[in-house]
C-alpha cells in the first residue's frame, strides 16, 4: 500500500489550495484518515480527520478555513484550503489507517504549501 499526496504549491496569502491523497493496492478498508502538517523547526501537528462515518475533527487554527473529506470509491481524502496565511507554511502529511486483518497506519510522503504574504 503506498499513499500518493499532491496538489502542493506556493500561493499568496488569501489564497486556496486543495490537497488530495490517494491510496494504491487492494484488500484492505480504510477507516479514518487525516492531514497533518510539519512547518520547519516545528513538530508534526494535526490538521483534520474524517472517519469512515465521515465525522470530521480540525485543529482550532484551521477551522472554518480548511474542509476535510473523503471519496471511498477512490480511496481519497481531499484537505480544502482557503484563507490561508504564511502561518499555514509546512509540509502537508497524509494518513489513512488501514485494516487488512490488522490495523496499521500509513502515511504519504507529503507534500509543501507555501502562502506568500
Known amino acids: 500500500v503506498q499513499l500518493q499526496a499532491s496538489g502542493g504549491g506556493l500561493v499568496q496569502a488569501g489564497g486556496s489550495l486543495r490537497l488530495s491523497c490517494s491510496a494504491s493496492g487492494s484488500g484492505f478498508s480504510i477507516s479514518t484518515m487525516g492531514w497533518y502538517r510539519q512547518a520547519p523547526g516545528q513538530q508534526r501537528e494535526l490538521v483534520a480527520t474524517i472517519t469512515s462515518g465521515a465525522v470530521t475533527s480540525y485543529a482550532d487554527s484551521v477551522k472554518g478555513r480548511f474542509t476535510i473529506s473523503r471519496d471511498n470509491g477512490k480511496k481519497t481524502v481531499y484537505l480544502e484550503m482557503n484563507s490561508l496565511n504564511p502561518e499555514d507554511t509546512a509540509v502537508y502529511y497524509c494518513?489513512?489507517?488501514?485494516?487488512?486483518?490488522?490495523?496499521?497506519?500509513?502515511w504519504g510522503k507529503g507534500t509543501q504549501v507555501t502562502v506568500s504574504s
Open positions: 494518513k489513512m489507517r488501514l485494516y487488512s486483518g490488522v490495523i496499521m497506519d500509513y
